[in-house]
């Protein structure tokens, strides 16, 4: 007979204290790595000017003042730009989903002539970066005289290749019975997709949107290449003017707008991040 | 109200194809069965009379009316899918409810429907549940409840109850025949399994590779199989079939029916020397397999038997005997020989000792 030897459980516990010892160190320190330019941020829109200079920097501002943010809001006329943001946000997303959901739904459980090639096409779409196709797409705007206008900033972003491929591999899991049940309960395709499909989608859509959202709410490289006048340009690109407001780079004006910029989305955030995590876990495990 | 005719049907999947040239009547209001392997066109047959995956080519008609032009929803049919298909999102009320709120059916109307189906499926207690808080029994009994609200000319079930352990498909079974009886609607239902066909069915359609094999009632079926497909199909230990002598017609007698005996038994028209190879109890019977104690070709093939009598031993030395109206004979092709004078003649009694 073997004799099996008895585990030591003073060492095992040990082990045991020592490897989650370690792995809390670990996470510790990735959120430090990720939380410590936030952090900054905030501190140093609360510093006066010359504190913000000052070597070696102060962790947190010694002469606590909200200069910087009556600075921002009384030289810069945020309101309007605010407002191109909030409108582009609504539009954009509105806009995507509609053209979104059918568009995974049809590419998911329908069969056609000329699906796959309509499919790698949109996928090409997705990988060609906007860094190549932006002068056509100026000229295109320019030609079709809407330059002056928030359509350029709306038009090009509301297919979004990426969230349709989302959308469709998630479609593509739901059982083919389940749309068939649902035509002999005499749903019509867009019960099909509000009732069922949808509903068992939830979590990658708010995956979508919230990037969506996020997305064009930071969105820094179109709306700049896409105008040519102040009157349609957003938030982001009044945050740039940040730098020249007074003479000089004044960080502290920098940081105070950089956070009223942060502010929404950090919101959103917190609202979705749970459905978020857990529709990228979901894939995780897939 | 609910007769199903398919005329000269043909499906196919690409180039593959899976029913040719079918011709079919299910009769309304009996219980109908369709039985056979896996793989064999099941499926693809409801689906056809659901309207979930058309045909081919061919006519079909439900109650005398042609309905390859009308939509799923419209042919007055609901279908218990093989997987269920319940809808994961909505509670077990709100699956029931769908079909109808799609109908336009006023709530009062709907609130009592629903009440009623739950009521008769034993899931009143469940209705606000979701459906993966059931188990697979009760999950089971909500599709069955989502079609009976629909009140359908056609009950299409497939493999309904596959799924569930031995005991709850038993009492799954009875509560469907019950169903039927109460509703007196067309079913058809599908299975792969020949005991739940032969003892639910009124007529059983028994399918193989696409093509109907035989068509009737259960009784019909055991006892006057039309070929020897049918005749292994039906039956737990299957028939018993092995060329006769004259190397191209067939014979085929039943386990069950098989007399053993110590003594040359001398009223049997057929009858063997055979060796006891194993020996299997059952509890009241006793399967054996046995060797046919003989050089010719056509016999080296191992048979069953099942018997009544525990007594024999492995390795003894026995006869069977099996009486003439329990002797069946087929064709070169398979197919039954019903005029059987002649070969009962050519394959006469104790021919084949040792
Ligand atoms: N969508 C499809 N594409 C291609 N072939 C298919 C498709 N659906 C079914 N088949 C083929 O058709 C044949 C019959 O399938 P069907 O689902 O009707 O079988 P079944 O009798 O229901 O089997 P089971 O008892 O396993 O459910 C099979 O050989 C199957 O491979
Ligand atoms: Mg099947």
Redesign the interface.
């Known amino acids: 007979m073997t004799q099996y030897k008895k585990p030591n459980v003073k060492v095992l516990k040990a082990k045991k204290m020592a490897s989650s010892f370690i792995s809390t160190i670990l996470k510790l320190g990735v959120c430090i790595m990720f939380a410590f330019p936030f952090f900054w941020m905030i501190s140093t829109s609360f510093k006066t000017y010359a504190e913000s200079l000052q070597f070696p920097p102060t962790l947190w501002p010694e002469d606590f003042t909200l200069q910087a943010y009556i600075t921002v809001f009384e030289k810069l006329e945020l309101g309007s730009y605010l407002m191109n943001s909030i409108i582009l946000v609504v539009a954009n997303t509105a806009l995507m989903v509609v053209i979104m959901v059918p568009a995974a739904y049809v590419f998911a459980k329908y069969e056609f002539k000329g699906k796959d090639f309509m499919f790698s096409i949109l996928m090409v779409a997705f990988m060609v970066p906007t860094c190549l196709t932006f002068i056509s797409i100026f000229r295109m705007f320019a030609h079709a005289n809407m330059l002056n206008s928030l359509w350029p900033q709306i038009l090009p972003c509301i297919c979004n290749a990426y969230g349709i491929f989302l959308l469709r591999q998630n479609f593509m899991q739901i ?1 083919e ?2 749309i ?8 019509n395709e867009w ?1 099909i997709i509000t ?2 499909m949808l ?2 989608a939830k979590s990658t859509m708010a995956t979508i949107i919230f990037l969506s959202v996020t997305g064009t709410w930071n969105s820094y490289f179109w709306p700049l290449v896409m105008t040519i006048s102040d009157e349609y340009r957003p938030l982001t690109i009044a945050i740039e003017k940040l730098k020249g407001l007074e003479s000089g780079l004044v960080w502290p004006n920098v940081m105070a707008g950089n956070l009223v910029l942060l502010l929404p989305v950090i919101v959103v955030f917190l609202f979705a991040s749970k459905k978020i995590i857990a529709s990228m876990a979901y894939r995780g495990v897939k | 109200m609910g007769e199903i005719v398919f005329k000269n049907i043909c499906k196919s999947f690409g180039d593959t194809k899976v029913i040719e040239n079918l011709d079919l009547t299910i009769k309304d209001g009996e219980f109908t069965v369709l039985v056979g392997a896996s793989g064999c066109g099941k499926t693809t047959l409801l ?1 056809m009379i ?1 309207g ?1 995956g058309p045909a081919t080519s061919g006519e079909l008609y439900i109650d005398g009316e042609e309905v390859t032009d009308i ?4 042919r007055g ?3 218990v ?3 269920y ?1 319940i ?4 509670t077990v009320r709100g699956n029931i409810e ?2 109808l709120k ?2 336009k059916i006023p709530k009062s109307e709907r609130d009592r429907l629903i009440a009623d189906a739950a009521e008769v499926v034993g899931l009143t207690p469940y209705l606000n549940r979701m459906p993966s808080q059931l188990s697979g029994g009760q999950r089971q009994r909500v599709a069955l409840a ?1 079609a009976m609200v ?1 009140t359908p000319s056609v009950f299409l079930l497939d493999e309904p109850l596959s799924n569930l352990d031995a005991k709850l498909r038993v009492a799954m079974r009875t509560e469907l025949i019950e169903l039927h009886h109460r509703l007196k609607t067309t079913f058809v239902y599908v299975t792969h399994d020949q005991t739940e066909a032969m003892s639910m069915a009124d007529t059983i359609i028994l399918m193989d590779g696409g093509k109907i094999q035989q068509m009737a009632a259960p009784e019909v079926i055991y006892n006057d199989p039309n070929n020897i497909f049918t005749a292994q199909f039906i039956g737990t230990p299957p028939m018993n079939v092995h060329k006769m002598r004259d190397d191209v017609n067939y014979i085929g007698y039943r386990p069950e029916k098989i007399q053993i005996f110590r003594d040359k038994p001398t009223d049997c028209t057929y009858v063997r020397k055979v060796k006891v190879i194993t020996r299997e109890m059952l509890g009241s019977e006793t399967l054996y397999k046995l060797q046919i104690l003989s050089d010719a070709e056509n016999e080296k093939e191992p048979i069953m038997s099942k018997s009544l009598d525990m007594s024999f031993a492995v390795d003894e030395e026995v006869y069977i005997g099996v009486p003439k109206e329990d002797l069946y004979y087929f064709d070169a092709n398979k197919m039954r020989i019903r005029e059987t004078d002649m070969l009962e003649r050519l394959y006469c009694t104790t021919e084949g000792d040792k």
Do not use: C
Not at chain 2, 71 to 74: A, E, L, Q
């Open positions: 059982p019975e389940l068939e049940s649902a035509r002999l309960d005499e749903a019960q009732k069922i509903p068992m | 689906r659901a979930i939509p799923p929803g419209k049919i609901a279908m899918f093989q997987n298909a809808y994961p999102t909505m769908f079909g799609n109908k989502r629909k």
